[in-house]
């Protein structure tokens, strides 16, 4: 189908953009930058690695949607293996990647609240109370992974719910494609349990984050005018400036990131409701998860553009050597012209 094929460029693109955008900031901070250290100099360079690999499992897992009625599918556009247990694999993953990123992003914002409140805590996060920190994030994404894993495996209910729905929408037989099924209630309106803990988990996963983010957030823009006069007037103008790349690094998982999920997550919860005004209810839900893979080169240009340091990197290094190169062509395209002028001029004279 032409859809999902647009689907795939998308991906590939998304890969593309996150690949060259993150692995520059992992150079120029690897290599150039100053001001980062210790264990925020970690962080950005871990969470530029989260974006290469998220995106890389994206190409790989090719995660689609789908929301019929009261059931959620998750089913892989990779046919490159007759098995169906490494696509899916890749799929669980995928998802717990996801969780990751938000679990990091709110790991970065307790670290420049403690910072910013007692700076002696940066001595703290630069030991192993740094290395706990930053292993945390990945907790969270790994109990996302197993409870997308065991509680959304698909059965012969599940299976019979969706089974024309999918070939319907994509030609496709249920059996021969690597998926997970969330199904809330069985054919009898009982509940199905393993979904909704399926759905329980997620909101919470997500939830509990971003309340971390909000809270934290909060205290550092009320409290941050008077804890900046403790720091020096460079120290104070770099503080700004990554407080700012936070709140860019919440907006943009807020747009890119839980924005397209959640009413894939709650339409399964809340059909019921929609019986209400219509007889059926079919959505291509994975056309929402296209926009998932532009968040990272969202993520690294913004850092890019906020944090001065980085841009006048950019600035002394790239740019003034792309403009002294074009100001190079320039003069030797004026000099050209000169000549050419010079030597008509006395072809006139001579003539």
Known sequence: MVALALVNIFSKNGFCASFLTNFFVIYLTTFFVKNLIGTYKKMILIFSLLGILFSGIEILARPF??????????????FWTSSQTLPEFFISVWAGLYVTILAFIAVQFVYRYSCLMNTNVMELFDGFGGVLLMMYPIL?????????????????????????????????????IPRFIALTY????????????????????????????????????????????????????????????LIFQSIGPTVLLVLPAVPVLLCPV??????FFFSKFSWQTGWLYSFICFYPPFDSISFLMIVTEYRNIIHERYWSLLSGSRTEQTKGDSQQINKENQRRHVKTIMN
């Open 65 to 78: 949607a789908h929301n019929y009625n009261n059931s959620l599918m998750f089913f892989s556009l990779n």
């Open 140 to 176: 969270p994404g790994v109990i996302y992974s197993c409870v997308f894993y065991l509680f959304c495996l698909p059965d012969n209910i599940s299976d019979s719910y969706v089974q024309d729905e999918i070939f319907e929408n994509y030609g496709l037989i249920i059996k021969e």
């Open 186 to 245: 069985n054919l009898n309106e009982t509940i199905r349990w393993n979904s909704i803990y399926f759905f329980l988990s997620a909101v919470s996963l997500i939830s509990i984050h971003y309340a971390i983010m909000f809270y934290f957030g909060l205290k550092m823009h009320f409290n941050m005018k008077q804890q900046l006069l403790k720091f020096s007037s460079k120290n104070r103008k770099l503080q700004r400036q990554f407080f700012k790349a």
């Open 270 to 275: 809340v059909a019921s409701f929609f019986h």
